[in-house]
C-alpha cells in the first residue's frame, strides 16, 4: 500500500466492524447495508472475490467481540440478512462462497466459549440462503447453483473444510429446509434437494461424512414419514371438509326451491347430481352456511397447531429408493457405503409399499422384553424346585442346624441372598424404635453412627 493513499472502502468497514466499542460496529455493519445497495446497483464495478473475503472478515470479528446471547442472536440475524441487500444471484452467491471460505480458514481460532455463536450464524445464513431461493419461486436452476455451491465449498474433498462444520452444516440443512419450504416444496423438488447429498453419500471416503447424511438425511426422512403422511392427510381432510361445505350449501339451496314431492325420488337422481359437483367447480355457497362452517375450521387449525410443530416435508420415497440403488449399485461405490445406503433402501420401500414399521416397533420391543422376562423368571423356579427337596433333606439329616446345611448345598450366590435375608429378618422394622445402647444382632450387620445417633435424637 503506497502512503498517503486513503485506504479502500471495504477495508475501512472491516475495521470499523472489528472495533472495541459496540456503537462503533453498529454503526459500520448500517454503512455496510447501505454501501452494498450502492455498488449493487452499479451496471459496472461489482465486488471481486478479494473484497468479499475483507467484508467477511470484519463481519467474523464483529460477531466475535459480540457479548450476551440475546445479541448474539440478533447481530447474527442482522448479518445473514445482508445477503438480500445485493440485487443479483451472482452477487449473492460470492456473497454466501466468501461466508464459507471465511469460517472453514477461521475455524481452528474459534476457542470454546465463541463456538456456539458461530454455530448460529452458520444455521441463519443457511436459512437466508434458502430464503434467496424462495423468493425465486423455487426456480430449478436456482436450486441447482446453491446446491452446487454448498457441496462444493463445504462437503467437496478440496474444501478442507473441517469436521465441525461438516457436521454442524449436514444436521441442519434438512431443519432448516423444513422451515423455509415445507408448505411449498412438493416431492421431486425435495428430491432435488437431497440428490447432491445422495451422489457424494455414494462415493465418499470420508466416514464422517457418510455417518451424518445417512442419518440426519436420510433416515431421517424415514423418521418424519408417519408425520408426512399425517400431514398429507390433514391436507386432504381439509380439502374434503370445504368441498362438503359447498356440497351442503347447493344441497339446502335445492331444499328450499323444489317441493316436498320431488324430495321423494330415488337415490340415483342424487349421486349423478354429487357426480356432477366434482366435475364442475363449486358454486358459492350461502353466507349462512359458510358461518356454520368457519368456526369447525377454526377449531380444528387451532387443534392441529397445537398437537403439530408444523409441516413436514413430502418426498416419494420409491423415487428416494431407485436413485439410491442406482448409485449404490455402481462398481465404483465402495462396499462401506454400499451397505449403509442399502439398509436405507430397504426401509424406504417399506414405506414405499404403505406400512410403517416404527409404528410398531416399540409395540414388539416391548412383547420381546416381557417375553425375556418370562423365561428368566421360569428358569430361576426350575432352579429354586430342584434345590427345595435339597434343603429339605438336609434340613432332616441336621435337625437344629438348618441353616448351616441349606448353605452347603447351595450355590454361592445363593448363599449371599440367604446370608442377606438372615440379616434383613435380625434388623428391626423401620418403624419401631431402637431403645438406647440397643445394637442389632447378627454376624457383620453393624449401623454407621450416623443413622445410630438418629433414633436417640428423635427420642429425646
Not at 462415493?203 to 418424519?224: A, G, M, N, P, Y
Not at 368457519?294 to 423415487?319: H, R
Request: glycine content about 6%.
Amino acid at each position: 500500500m503506497v502512503p498517503g493513499l486513503p485506504l479502500p472502502p471495504e477495508v475501512q468497514l472491516a475495521q470499523r466492524l472489528a472495533g472495541n466499542e459496540q456503537v462503533t460496529r453498529d454503526r459500520a455493519l448500517r454503512k455496510l447495508r447501505k454501501y452494498i445497495m450502492t455498488r449493487s446497483q452499479r451496471a459496472t464495478g461489482a465486488f471481486n472475490p478479494e473484497e468479499m473475503l475483507k467484508i467477511w472478515k470484519g463481519l467474523f470479528y464483529c460477531l466475535w467481540m459480540q457479548d450476551k446471547p440475546l445479541l448474539q442472536e440478533e447481530l447474527g440475524r442482522t448479518i445473514s440478512q445482508l445477503i438480500h441487500a445485493f440485487q443479483t444471484t451472482e452477487a449473492q452467491h460470492l456473497f454466501l462462497r466468501a461466508f464459507w471460505q471465511t469460517m472453514i480458514r477461521e475455524w481452528v481460532g474459534i476457542d470454546l466459549l465463541r463456538l456456539d455463536k458461530f454455530y448460529l450464524l452458520m444455521r441463519l445464513v443457511l436459512h437466508e440462503s434458502l430464503m434467496t431461493v424462495k423468493t425465486r419461486g423455487w426456480e430449478e436452476r436456482q436450486i441447482e447453483q446453491l446446491l452446487e455451491l454448498l457441496t462444493t465449498e463445504v462437503l467437496h474433498p478440496d474444501s478442507q473444510a473441517p469436521n465441525g462444520v461438516k457436521s454442524h452444516f449436514l444436521e441442519i440443512f434438512l431443519e432448516e429446509l423444513t422451515k423455509v419450504g415445507a408448505a411449498e416444496l412438493t416431492a421431486d423438488q425435495n428430491l432435488q434437494f437431497i440428490d447432491p447429498f445422495c451422489q457424494i453419500a455414494a462415493h465418499t471416503k470420508d466416514s464422517l461424512v457418510l455417518h451424518k447424511i445417512t442419518r440426519c438425511i436420510l433416515e431421517t426422512i424415514v423418521e418424519q414419514a408417519p408425520l408426512a403422511i399425517e400431514d398429507l392427510m390433514d391436507e386432504l381432510d381439509t380439502q374434503s371438509g370445504e368441498g362438503e361445505a359447498s356440497d351442503g350449501g347447493e344441497e339446502s339451496d335445492g331444499g328450499e326451491e323444489s317441493d316436498g314431492g320431488e324430495e321423494s325420488d330415488g337415490g340415483e337422481e342424487s349421486s349423478e347430481d354429487d357426480q356432477d359437483l366434482q366435475d364442475t367447480p363449486p358454486k358459492r355457497p350461502h353466507a349462512g352456511s359458510v358461518h356454520r362452517a368457519e368456526p369447525e375450521a377454526d377449531k380444528e387449525q387451532v387443534w392441529d397447531d397445537e398437537e403439530n410443530t408444523g409441516p413436514v416435508l413430502q418426498f416419494d420415497y420409491e423415487a428416494i429408493a431407485n436413485r439410491l440403488f442406482t448409485l449404490a449399485s455402481r462398481q465404483s461405490t465402495p462396499s462401506q457405503n454400499r451397505k449403509r445406503l442399502y439398509r436405507v433402501i430397504q426401509k424406504l420401500r417399506v414405506l414405499a409399499g404403505g406400512t410403517f414399521p416404527d409404528d410398531d416397533v416399540p409395540e414388539k420391543a416391548y412383547k420381546k422384553l416381557l417375553e425375556g422376562r418370562r423365561e428368566r423368571k421360569k428358569k430361576r423356579k426350575n432352579r429354586l424346585s430342584t434345590l427345595q427337596p435339597q434343603n429339605e433333606q438336609a434340613a432332616c439329616s441336621a435337625g437344629g442346624s438348618e441353616a448351616e446345611a441349606s448353605s452347603s448345598d447351595l450355590s454361592p450366590g445363593m448363599k449371599r441372598s440367604r446370608k442377606e435375608d438372615e440379616n434383613t429378618g435380625q434388623r428391626e422394622p423401620p418403624v419401631k424404635k431402637k431403645k438406647p445402647g440397643a445394637r442389632a444382632k447378627g454376624a457383620g450387620v453393624q449401623q454407621p453412627a450416623r443413622k445410630r445417633k438418629q433414633p436417640l435424637q428423635s427420642e429425646k
